[in-house]
């Protein structure tokens, strides 16, 4: 049933009727839990409110697999105002952001230029830039910019994820730039030919990374809500004598939050992931895919209605 209600939700994850109905009717019944609010104003609230319980943040305005220039550009300004925002409101948050937003299937000049708008604005204001990974298709391409911009721009860091078979080798070849990375399971429906189907070899895989980045000397954000993860990564990091100060956790905005304010006072960075936007119904959909006990969360905003 589980694997059923997957791909259920990662079929309306990337389907267009559903995405434009649930933009006009749906965000208070469906997101207010996963998603900070439709504008930037409100998602700097949530920010600041986390950040008085002594949490960080990435901020994600939310967007993916924009085909057109116009869009890709407004986009990118929206980057850069969220950014400017977290600087103005000095507000404890860095960015995150998917690059087939700033026009990355459209071509490689476009979603160039508009990464380097927005790394030129991070820069500026000192707020570091997370470059989301999506699904395989643009794995490599994804990396390829990563190094391309980390050559050019310190405040830059992107995702990996355990479920694929390739990661291993793409953290051995990135530590030539000592990486801050963000370790995910992975969220996006892959083929087994390139990813592992079974969610034991992924666990396994998560922890092979987590140990290996670490190892390597360079910062670490462990995102995951699995017990069994932050279990084995606290094991260790005091195993093998690895400062707090190398490392994170990262979770979901609006998921375990008991959980995040208990790494909070155990002494760990603990980050949340907070999106905003109007275009949350893929990423919803998404976060209900990973983890379908998600669900009677949903349902029970919608009884509250």
Known sequence: MEKLMRKFFLFLSNNKFFTKLAKKYGFKMFASRFVAGETIEEAAEAIRELNKKGMTVTLDHLGEFVNDENEARERTEQCVRAIETIASQNLDSQLSLKMTSMGLDI???????????????????????????????????????????????????????????RTVDDIKHLDQYNPNLRLVKGAYKESPKVAYPDKKDVDENFKKIIKLHLTNGNYTAVATHDDAMIDFTKEFVNEQGISNDQFEFQMLYGIRQELQEKLVKEGYTMRVYVPYGNDWFGYNMRRLAERPANVAFVLKGIFKK
Request: charged residues 30%; hydrophobic residues 35%; contains cysteine.
């Open 107 to 165: 071509s490689k000049e476009l979603v160039m230029n508009n990464m380097r708008k927005i790394l030129e604005a991070g820069k500026k204001h000192g707020v570091f830039v997370t470059i989301d990974m999506e699904d395989y298709e643009r794995c490599q391409l994804t990396l390829d910019i990563f190094e391309e911009l980390k050559q050019e721009y310190d405040g830059l860091g992107t995702v990996l994820q355990a479920y694929l078979y």
